[in-house]
């Protein structure tokens, strides 16, 4: 991605469909008994990905205009492809809806952004707790319900979108109730639970911390499921908008989900003028410094950590970002110091000091939200700045080089070839 920095920004932008229920209903489609419709489908990597998964057993997909049409009805069980696997974290929940489907599943384990360890104990503890046998041969997983799945009370460890999920999955279609303590409250597990209920299944509870499951013996699709706005694409444009905004309106907001990071903002000094499902940016010349601890669901999303540093650095003082979820998310960190931002990473704490002025740099973008922190940087700098790996960013940002274009930003990906699909 190359960007010329220095244009103020201006107009208004519309948030697609959030990434992360994106990526959980494409694979809880393969649990209906008839085709299935998404709208506001984001245009984003992981989503092209998933549908050549899709496409190796069988089930085919076709995505135009935001709109996505699946069909699982000649599902096949097949060697699902590694390389697409690999090249994202969510192909996870095929485990839980293969087990869900046919009562086993064999995937090699799942990419996703590099950030720190990312295990799936508490995953492969629900799928045993619901009766499947679990064994793990070099990189792959292989789970097997020889005597079909059944209800049980899980306990998470710990609080896990992606566990959470999975055992959802897994659970939708087993035999009796399954109940789910400690389950992860996140808005993208309640859009799951949408379609899944609307399609038949008893799934309560979703949005608390106990979700209880009644198995169901098949899911049909009656209508178009329409995804829920993106939270961590909308702080996103919410951070660079009033970084260096002349007024942006941002729409396609649901504001309750990102209350933990707006009022970050209302207490730097950015006056929001939030309204039912838009957001308007006023332009803001003074920032207050600020501390941010990331925490599960409806504390401040560590997704969000890394886009919010270009402002920090234009704060008359030291901000603090404690990232309790992943306290090795900082690959941002040395990038942005290519840059010429005052930060530094110590022992899970950043700190991002007040920095004059950035300049453009070549660099990398080690993860999708570092990749957002340095296109904001890179917007603000003086100069050209080169963000290489920048399929990391196109992994989850619907459309962004148009959308940033739109808003008047100078930015063009040169290799469609460097962005990896499959
Ligand atoms: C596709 C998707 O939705 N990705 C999101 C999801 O990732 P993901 O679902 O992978 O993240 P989790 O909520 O599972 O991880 C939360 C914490 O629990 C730990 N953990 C998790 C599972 C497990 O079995 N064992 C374990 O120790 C993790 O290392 C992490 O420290 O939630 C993260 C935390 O909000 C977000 O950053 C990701 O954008
Ligand atoms: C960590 C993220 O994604 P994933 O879990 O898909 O790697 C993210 O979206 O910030």
Do not use: C
């Not at 992981?46 to 997909?61: Q, R, T």
């Not at 799951?192 to 209880?212: C, E, H, P, Q, S």
């Not at 900082?330 to 990038?335: C, F, I, R, S």
């Not at 070549?362 to 917007?379: D, F, K, M, P, W």
């Amino acid at each position: 991605m190359i960007i010329q920095g220095g244009n103020r920004l201006s107009g208004e932008v519309t948030i697609g469909g959030a990434k992360n229920s994106t990526v959980a209903l494409i694979p809880a489609a393969i649990l209906a008994d008839t085709p299935v419709q998404f709208d506001t489908v984001p245009d984003i990597l992981d989503v092209h990905n998933l549908m050549i998964i899709l496409k190796s057993m069988n089930v085919k997909s076709e995505f135009s205009h935001g709109v996505l049409d699946i069909d699982p009805t000649q599902i096949i069980e097949a060697e699902l492809p590694s390389k697409a696997i690999k090249s994202l974290r969510a192909s996870y929940y095929f485990m839980g809806s293969l087990l869900g489907r046919f009562h086993r599943a064999t995937l090699t384990f799942p990419g996703g952004d590099n950030i720190g360890p990312r295990p799936i104990d508490q995953h492969l503890k629900a799928f045993k707790a619901l009766g499947a046998t679990v064994s793990e041969n070099g990189g792959t997983v292989h789970l097997e319900a020889q005597n079909g799945l059944h209800g049980a009370r899980i306990f998470m460890d710990m609080v896990s979108v992606g566990a959470t999920i999975n055992a959802i999955l897994a659970a939708v279609r087993a035999e009796g109730t399954t109940v789910i303590e400690n389950a992860a409250r996140e808005p993208e597990i309640i859009d799951l639970a949408t379609f899944l209920n609307n399609m038949g299944a008893k799934i309560r509870g979703v949005g608390t911390d106990t979700i209880r499951i009644t198995g169901v013996n098949t899911l049909q699709s009656m209508n178009t499921h329409t995804i829920i706005a993106d939270r961590i694409e909308s702080g996103t444009y919410l951070s660079l908008a009033a970084a260096l905004g002349d007024g942006v309106m941002i729409h396609n907001v649901i504001p309750e989900h990102l209350e933990s990071f707006t009022s970050k903002m209302i207490e730097m000094g950015v006056d929001l003028q939030i309204d039912s499902d838009r957001i308007f940016v006023p332009k803001t010349t003074r920032f207050k410094p600020i501390h941010v601890k990331t925490m599960p669901y409806p504390g401040f999303a560590t997704d969000l950590q890394q886009p919010l540093t270009p402002l920090m650095s234009l704060a008359e003082g030291d901000s603090v970002i404690v990232d309790t979820i992943y306290p090795k998310r900082v690959k941002h960190v040395p990038e942005l110091q290519k840059m010429g931002m005052q930060i530094e990473a110590h022992d899970g704490t950043i700190v991002v000091k007040h920095t004059a002025t950035l300049h453009g740099a070549n660099v990398s973008a080690g993860e999708i939200r570092a990749g957002a922190a340095l296109t904001i940087a890179g917007l603000m700098a003086d100069g050209t700045t080169v963000i290489n790996n920048a399929g990391n960013i196109l992994r989850g940002y619907d459309r962004i080089v148009w959308k940033l274009n739109r808003l008047h930003a100078n930015v063009s990906i040169e290799d469609d070839s460097s962005v990896k699909i499959g």
